[in-house]
């Protein structure tokens, strides 16, 4: 069975722009979250989303917002790149959305903004 | 708002010894969920192991096991005879079990980084 895999791998920006990063989870699963890890914040959450509906969502400004689609592909995107946004973002994937559930994780994409 | 506490920001420990990680946490809910991911230097976060709060007994998966305390708030990770693929970043994770549209109800740890020499 394939991971869960995202796209793009690595990306640069410059302050200002948008971005959208893409996560395909594991088949049969329908949950997903997005994290957020940097050296000074360590890693954060940011949301989860489970059958095209947003369940939880961390503290992080509006500018942070995603999708899911019925196929539970997710996307996740920031817009306004601010210079602190730089990080490597995670996405996980569970079969079901129960905070139990195993989450598996991709290998992240990681973001610089300059 | 839930914090997940881990004082130890590395570790080393000799090849086939036993090693603990501390972690503890604060929270006012009764019910939550505790865990322990690994993360590689290849970065694929992996779960190593977690416990369902209402549960007593300590959780064990092959040479990871976990000292439980809900009432100190404590969530250790025991790795016992240490391998060199055991070498990684270990984060503690605190998970509630409400569902919440404000905060984060999902909290990791700093992380402790763990060294294991031949």
């Known amino acids: 069975k394939a991971g869960v895999t995202q796209t793009p791998r690595y990306l640069i920006k410059t302050r200002g722009q948008q971005v959208t990063l893409s996560c395909s989870p594991i088949?049969?699963?329908?949950?997903v979250s997005w994290y957020q890890q940097t050296p000074g914040q360590g890693l954060q959450f940011l949301f989860e989303?489970?059958?095209?509906?947003?369940?939880n969502k961390g503290n992080f400004p509006g500018r942070f917002s995603g999708r899911q689609f019925s196929n539970s592909r997710s996307e996740m995107n920031v817009s306004t790149l601010e210079l602190g946004d730089s990080a490597l973002y995670l996405c996980?994937?569970?079969?079901?959305?129960?905070?139990?559930?195993?989450?598996?994780f991709g290998p992240g994409t990681r973001l610089t903004v300059l | 708002a839930q914090t997940v506490t881990q004082s130890q920001p590395e570790m080393s420990v000799q090849e086939a010894e036993t090693v603990t990680l501390s972690c503890t946490y604060d929270t006012s809910e009764s019910d939550y969920y505790l865990f322990w991911y690994k993360q590689p230097p290849s970065r694929q976060m992996i779960l190593v192991i977690r416990q369902e709060a209402y549960k007593q007994q300590n959780a064990t998966e092959n040479r990871f096991s976990v000292n439980f305390q809900k009432a100190a708030k404590s969530f250790s990770l025991k790795i016992s005879d240490s391998q060199l693929g055991d070498a990684a970043m270990y984060f503690c994770?605190?998970?509630?079990?409400?569902?919440?549209?404000?905060?984060?109800?999902?909290?990791f740890g700093p992380g402790t980084r763990l060294s294991v020499l031949p």
């Open positions: 989303y489970f059958s095209e509906t947003q369940r």
């Open positions: 088949s049969g699963h329908r949950s």
């Open positions: 996980a994937s569970s079969r079901l959305a129960e905070g139990y559930n195993e989450q598996f």
């Open positions: 994770a605190y998970r509630s079990a409400i569902i919440s549209d404000y905060g984060q109800n999902f909290v």
